[in-house]
């Protein structure tokens, strides 16, 4: 298994914002790994991952005309 990314480099390879980055996977559009944690204020927090060859799988899949 590669090393997993995070939104802000998922962003990049998407060549997309992080806010849609996030919107996708709040709907989700996108494969990712969502992971429930705790800050140390004791705050829910949400971390997100994703694996790059999802990811270019996904690019892939959607590519029209090539």
């Not at 996108?30 to 992971?35: C, M, N, Q």
Request: hydrophobic share 40%; glycine share 4%.
């Amino acid at each position: 298994m590669n090393s997993l990314i995070n939104v802000s480099q998922c962003a990049k390879l998407l060549c997309l914002s992080k806010p849609m980055v996030y919107k996708m996977v709040t709907h989700k559009k996108i494969p990712a790994i969502i992971l429930q944690g705790v800050d140390p204020q004791g705050r829910g927090k949400r971390i997100i991952r994703f694996e790059p060859d999802k990811i270019r799988e996904f690019i892939e899949q959607r590519r029209v005309n090539y």
